[in-house]
């Protein structure tokens, strides 16, 4: 499968405890992106990365969101002291950028969905 | 800011019929325009897209129209299918940027009856 995986696809927490999640995108990829997805809305922006580089973080970032990707391949994406609010799927998607002109389409994950209680 | 509007949320349509869903978009510098199918449980698949230098773009039984002009565009299903029933999205983003981040619509629900 050469598509973006996700691990895990569900978490489920108690409030306070810190969470992680991964994304490996398509191979050669050097664009990855991580939305959130609360129920019956359309996926929102949280952070991008260009190869190892984070590029723009959403004001939907709080300090308790950090996202690395240390070698430009795969990306983590951790939550510390979650909150209920917290709960939702969690989509990373990947696309081929090719300079400032180049369109971008974004291929998507299957999603972590995160259940805090 | 950015904001993309999409209309209807709910849509529901007997088979083989045609379905036509909306969005319009707020940020005249977007110059992409992907659309996804997402089912449950599934991440969001992109189906089709369209860039800003045309104004339409068939692939089988699914079209897109651009309207650059009023800032919409809208996605075609003819012959519709029960394989069809997914939650669509359409989305916006500024290609030439350096992020490319997607803006979204709030979805709409297709239901086809058989």
């Known amino acids: 499968d050469t598509g973006v995986s996700q691990n895990p696809r569900h978490k489920i927490t108690k409030r306070g405890q810190n969470v992680t999640f991964r994304c490996d995108p398509i191979s050669e990829h050097n664009r990855l992106y991580w939305y959130r997805q609360t129920l019956g809305q359309g996926p929102e922006f949280l952070t991008y990365?260009?190869?190892?580089?984070?590029?723009?973080k959403s004001r939907l970032l709080s300090d308790r969101f950090s996202a690395e990707r240390p070698k430009g391949s795969f990306s983590t994406l951790e939550i510390q002291r979650t909150e209920q609010g917290d709960s939702a799927m969690y989509l990373c998607?990947?696309?081929?950028?090719?300079?400032?002109?180049?369109?971008?389409?974004?291929?998507f994950g299957p999603g972590t969905r995160l259940t805090v209680l | 800011g950015e904001n993309v509007e999409q209309h209807p949320s709910t849509l529901s349509v007997q088979e083989g019929d045609s379905a036509v869903i909306k969005c319009t978009y707020s940020?005249?510098?977007?110059?992409?325009f992907p659309w996804y199918k997402q089912e449950l449980g599934k991440g969001p698949q992109l189906i089709i897209d369209?860039?800003?230098?045309?104004g339409e773009k068939k692939d089988q039984r699914i079209a897109v129209t651009l309207n650059k002009t009023a800032k919409h565009f809208s996605l075609h299903i003819t012959e519709t299918q029960p394989e069809d029933s997914a939650v669509y999205f359409c989305a916006a983003t500024r290609g030439s940027s350096n992020t490319g981040k997607l803006i979204f619509g709030q979805g709409t629900t297709l239901q086809v009856k058989p």
């Open positions: 990365f260009q190869n190892e580089a984070q590029l723009e």
């Open positions: 998607a990947s696309s081929l950028g090719q300079g400032v002109s180049s369109y971008n389409e974004q291929f």
């Open positions: 940020d005249s510098a977007s110059n992409y």
């Open positions: 369209i860039r800003s230098n045309v």
